[in-house]
Every structure is written in structure tokens, then in C-alpha cells.
């Protein structure tokens, strides 16, 4: 067991990992992990957010917080609330001045975050990263890409490789980030709005170290509506432009019908081509109404004012060398900001 220190008040660089059914790979991580930031030779924490795992991640965490609680915290939420809710969640329980965010499963390699902290000693109070060679399945990266590009259009916020999660951030984004409140949102994307020197880095991936995705093809598409929408009124007006268009469309169509009829007669065989303009248009109309209906969907929850997120207990070091649990039978909560 390593020998127990006093854990510094505040770190230099503070590592967020979320955490969701991880057991089979959360060793192979502290092996790489640890020793990566000890080489770094700075003062660091590393909080890992327990997003509600089902199987032994809890145990797993506890157990390593005991053998490092030098520089190891542990978020425990009392469900589960994403990926971007137990970021947020770590970025309230984090004292460093350089922030960085790192996925569990490996594929971004802990060894890299040298190199974003050292991008960061250089003035830069966002760091991006963009991976050198996916090692994701074919359809996931041209998904991704062509997402990327669409995404900058509508939001006009430039990030290269938004589905890499290994970026760094400087103390005064983080802070921002902490006075928000909204329900939906997109760390990374959120965290650029507020930096004032922002840049990206190339960086290597490698294959998940076990385990599979958490993302199911529903929830990208989920995260990107957030990420849209979040961001952007650009979709509604889009929509408004397409409505006016339209009516200007179905006017002169109406007005040549109408002169066609009057001059040449009925005409009985143009009538499945008015089907099909018909059901076009009715499509376009569905669509846009769910549209509207995800931002006023926002609207509710966010005026709902729910908590964001749960926190039953943190893990973590004291002054006495103390664990910071709630006595026995009773739970300790956290309340953050709204969620749903």
C-alpha cells in the first residue's frame, strides 16, 4: 500500500473520469493512469463520478481510494444521470487549476495528458484533442465526421473531434461552467464558449481496453440534439425561412391551377402528383413541429428547476484522514443543479 500523504488543498491539475460499469477495465486504468500523472511532477487529484454503475465499479473505486486517497476522490451519484451530468458533477468537486477530462475505457491513452497540460502552461485555457487514427467501427467515424461538420455550421463552434472526450481546461472556463444551469447541454461545447485562447491537439487512440460502448446509436443522436439545440436557434429559423418559402410555393401553385382550370378545364390525371406535394409538405410540417417540440421541451425542464444530479457520497481525505461518509442509516445528499 502506498504510504498516505497529505492531500495538497489545491492541485495543479485535477483529472474527471466518469464512471458507468467500468469493472473490467478500471484496474488496467489505474496501472497507467497513476503512474502517468506521478511523472508529470506536479501536484494533482483524480475525481472519479460513479454514474450509477450496476455491477462492482463502486467497490472497485473504493478500494482504490484507500490505496491512494493522497490524491483520489470518489463522486458517487445515487443513480444515473450521463456522462455530462457526472462531468459537471466533477468539475463542483475539483480545486485544480488545470482541469482535464478522460474517458475510462482506455482509448485515449492517460500518457497524453502531459502534453495537454503542458499546452495549457502555455496560455491556452482550452485544450481539444483530435484522435491521430479512430480505432472506432467504419459507420461510427463517418457518422461522427459528417456530424462535426454540420454541428460547426449550425453552432459556429469550432471542434474538430467532438466524441473526444480527453481535452483540457484553465480554472476560468471551469468556473463559468460552474455557474451554469442549464439541463441539456455539451461539456466540451459549453467550455469553448467561455475560453478566450482556445487550440487542439493531435493525440493517439487506441482500442477499448474492454467492455463496450455506453452510447447506443439512440443516445448519439440524443447528444447531438442536445448539442444542436443547446446552442443554436439556427434550426427554427431555418424552419421560419422554409414555412414562408413554402407559402410563397403553394400560392403560385394555386394560382396556376386556378388559370389552368379556367382556361383549359379540370384535370383529373394530375391528381396523385398533388398527393405527393401534399404528403411532402405534411412531412416537412411533422418534422418541424418535433423540432419546436425539443426546444419547448428544454424550456419545461429547465423551469422545472429539478436537480441535475444526486450526490449520495464523496470519498475523500480530510485534514483528520478521515472519509467523508454520512453516519450509519443516514444518506449523505448533494443536490446539484436541475435535470430531469
Not at 474527471?16 to 493512469?33: C, H, K, M, T, W
Not at 418541424?288 to 470519498?315: H, N
Request: net charge neutral; proline share 5%; hydrophobic share 45%.
Amino acid at each position: 500500500m502506498t504510504a498516505m500523504l497529505t492531500m495538497h488543498p489545491k492541485p495543479e491539475v485535477s483529472v474527471v473520469i466518469p464512471i458507468y460499469n467500468e469493472q473490467a477495465g478500471l484496474q488496467s486504468l489505474f496501472d497507467r493512469l497513476y503512474p502517468a500523472l506521478d511523472k508529470l511532477g506536479t501536484s494533482y487529484e483524480i475525481v472519479f463520478i460513479n454514474d450509477g454503475s450496476r455491477d462492482n465499479s463502486v467497490s472497485i473505486l473504493a478500494e482504490q481510494f484507500r490505496l491512494r486517497p493522497d490524491v483520489t476522490r470518489v463522486v458517487l451519484f445515487n443513480g444515473n444521470y450521463g456522462q455530462h451530468m457526472a462531468i459537471l458533477a466533477g468539475f463542483e468537486a475539483s480545486r485544480g487549476e488545470i482541469m482535464i477530462t478522460l474517458d475510462a475505457d482506455l482509448q485515449n491513452p492517460p500518457e497524453e495528458i502531459g502534453n495537454l497540460v503542458a499546452k495549457v502552461r502555455e496560455g491556452y485555457d482550452y485544450v481539444g484533442s483530435i484522435r491521430r487514427k479512430r480505432q472506432d467501427s467504419a459507420w461510427r467515424t463517418y457518422a461522427s465526421k459528417a456530424m462535426n461538420q454540420l454541428r460547426e455550421r449550425i453552432t459556429n463552434i469550432k471542434i474538430t473531434d467532438q466524441g473526444n472526450m480527453l481535452r483540457a481546461y484553465g480554472r476560468n472556463v471551469i468556473d463559468l461552467v460552474n455557474q451554469c444551469a442549464e439541463v441539456n447541454t455539451f461539456v466540451p461545447a459549453l467550455a469553448y464558449r467561455f475560453s478566450r485562447n482556445p487550440t487542439e491537439i493531435m493525440v493517439e487512440h487506441e482500442e477499448r481496453a474492454a467492455g463496450e460502448s455506453k452510447y447506443s446509436l439512440y443516445s448519439l443522436i440524443r447528444l447531438n440534439f442536445d448539442l444542436v439545440t443547446g446552442f443554436s436557434l439556427v434550426p427554427l429559423q431555418f424552419y421560419s425561412m422554409m414555412g414562408m418559402l413554402m407559402s410563397i410555393i403553394s400560392g403560385l401553385l394555386v394560382t396556376v391551377l386556378l388559370v389552368r382550370r379556367l382556361f383549359l378545364g379540370a384535370e383529373a390525371e394530375g391528381l396523385f402528383t398533388l398527393f405527393a406535394i401534399a404528403f411532402f409538405f405534411m412531412g416537412v410540417i411533422l418534422f418541424g413541429i418535433g423540432l419546436l417540440g425539443e426546444y419547448v421541451g428544454r424550456i419545461f425542464q429547465q423551469v422545472r428547476a429539478r436537480p441535475r444530479y444526486v450526490v449520495q457520497t464523496i470519498l475523500q481525505q480530510k485534514p483528520a484522514d478521515l472519509i467523508d461518509m454520512p453516519p450509519p442509516g443516514v444518506e449523505k445528499r448533494t443536490v446539484g443543479r436541475p435535470h430531469d
